[in-house]
């Protein structure tokens, strides 16, 4: 598996840590596609069923170690971020979410105070973009 996989795989796990996916968050990761170059709809939902049956057996943990293992270190922020992305999208940090992405980071060797930056982060972005007042902007 590839870096941009692990990475899809780890935001399939973000947005199923509050116990199932959403429709919106399947659609926003999809939509983000942009982010990963050659990926198409259809492979990223084949790659999302295929994480269903590989990861059905393993914990928060687990998929976290084995993900964050195939992801460069120069990315792990990034990665943080979009996860970050995901769990706000609702506006609503469910316990489990944050738990799962700090336990991303701590594979990584971030912090916890870097991702709750982060998350604030995603969350007044996604603040001021609902009431119109931001403009998306790139990383």
């Known amino acids: 598996m590839y870096y941009k996989e692990a990475i899809l795989?780890?935001?399939f796990a973000t947005a199923e840590?509050?116990?199932?996916?959403?429709e919106d968050e399947l659609i926003s990761i999809v939509t983000m596609k942009d982010v990963f170059r050659g990926?198409?709809?259809?492979?990223?939902?084949?790659?999302?069923?295929?994480?269903?049956?590989?990861?059905a057996d393993k914990d928060f943990s687990e998929t976290a170690s084995i993900m964050t293992r195939q992801i460069p270190e120069e990315l792990f922020l990034?990665?943080?971020?979009?996860?970050?992305?995901?769990?706000v999208l609702d506006f609503n940090v469910d316990i489990k979410?944050?738990?799962?992405?700090?336990?991303v980071a701590n594979h990584m060797g971030i912090s916890d105070t870097a991702v709750k930056v982060l998350l604030l982060t995603?969350?007044?972005?996604?603040?001021m973009m609902n009431t119109g007042r931001g403009e998306p902007f790139t990383s």
Not at 17 to 22: S, V
Not at 97 to 103: D, L, R, V
Not at 122 to 127: G, T
């Open 97 to 103: 979410e944050g738990s799962f992405i700090s336990i």
């Open 39 to 55: 990926h198409n709809e259809q492979d990223i939902i084949a790659l999302y069923k295929e994480y269903k049956e590989r990861f």
């Open 78 to 87: 990034a990665t943080l971020s979009i996860l970050a992305d995901i769990i």
């Open 122 to 127: 995603a969350l007044s972005r996604k603040l």
């Open 17 to 22: 840590a509050d116990g199932q996916m959403r």
């Open 9 to 11: 795989c780890l935001m």
